[in-house]
């Protein structure tokens, strides 16, 4: 069976090959439209842009389906769990007892725990979701009896930077905080040189710590918005993009399965990783303001 899909992919190469060629480079197909966010709806307020878009759009799905989500479980809640209430259980470990729990104090964690979960919750759901084709591309249309409809395209909230910085800047400011009410303000930044170290060198560890510290919300926010915006140009380009831009036909048969590929990677183990990392990093920068020691 292997011998005979592997004969179907040649030959359906060479036929390609044979019956279109190559129409040369088509100029036409930008890539980068696909994550061009033209305005739905126009809101302008002052010289602030409060327009409604895909990116907005999927913000608010996302929203919706996490405290959905959250609402539907809290009601299926039973003393004997059935099938989705030991999924849920099994999320909460994770999220409680590895996430929070393992790199934060016992009061910190029942404090933060709320936030952390919700963070993990929203970027998986805003992940997974980025995955799905919806009728939204409102840059290529589909004629139907007359009306023009948005083509189906993926995206993907955390797939623009805008929304992991936001996620981000309210990390980092929260942890912040909760490391001066710990400690008082002048104990917090002392605690950012490792005790021993001589006086001549603290002002340079300090200055050092400072960049770290702000290099974290360049980190923190890059580092989702990147893996989740290359999976996606991934199965763009993958999924016929090249051909399209080569004007070679026979190039989309060739990279479809790499494209499934991908798109299967993506799904099953990136979206949920991402979040993983975020929630855990998260957690350690909570945990690591309010500890005693450095």
């Not at 759009?57 to 299926?76: H, P």
């Not at 006086?199 to 960049?211: D, S």
């Not at 991934?234 to 051909?243: A, H, P, S, V």
Request: charged letters at 10%.
């Amino acid at each position: 069976m292997l011998l005979i899909g592997f004969g179907v992919y040649i030959g359906g190469a060479i036929i390609l090959l044979a019956a279109f060629g190559s129409e040369g480079e088509n100029e036409e197909f930008q890539p980068q439209e696909e994550f061009r966010l033209e305005p739905w709806i126009e809101i302008n307020i002052g010289g602030l842009d409060m327009s409604i878009n895909r990116a907005v759009f999927y913000l608010f799905l996302a929203c919706i389906l996490t405290a959905g989500a959250m609402v539907y479980v809290a009601r299926r809640m039973q003393q004997r769990p059935n099938k989705v209430q030991t999924a849920v259980e099994t999320l909460y470990n994770l999220t409680y007892n590895t996430i929070t729990r393992g790199n934060m104090s016992e009061q910190m964690s029942k404090k933060w725990f709320p936030f952390v979960a919700t963070l993990f919750f929203f970027i998986w759901i805003s992940n997974l979701i980025g995955y799905l084709p919806l009728p939204t591309n409102t840059h290529e249309t589909v004629n139907i009896f007359g009306i023009e409809f948005p083509s189906f395209g993926i995206y993907a909230a955390t797939a623009n930077l805008s929304i992991p910085l936001v996620l981000t800047l309210i990390v980092w400011f929260s942890y912040q905080v909760e490391g001066v009410r710990a400690k008082g303000f002048v104990p917090y930044v002392k605690s950012w040189i490792p005790s021993g170290t001589p006086k001549a060198m603290r002002p340079f560890l300090l200055v050092i710590e400072i960049i770290s510290q702000t290099v974290r919300i360049i980190s923190l926010s890059v580092r989702l918005f990147a893996n989740i915006l290359a999976g996606h140009l991934l199965i763009l380009f993958m999924g016929g993009g090249l051909g399209v831009i080569l004007g070679l036909a026979v190039l989309g048969w060739i990279t479809f399965p790499l494209a499934l590929v991908f798109f299967i990677f993506e799904v099953v183990l990136v979206a949920t990783l991402q979040a993983f990392i975020f929630a855990t990093l998260t957690s350690i920068y909570f945990g690591e303001a309010s500890a005693g020691g450095h």
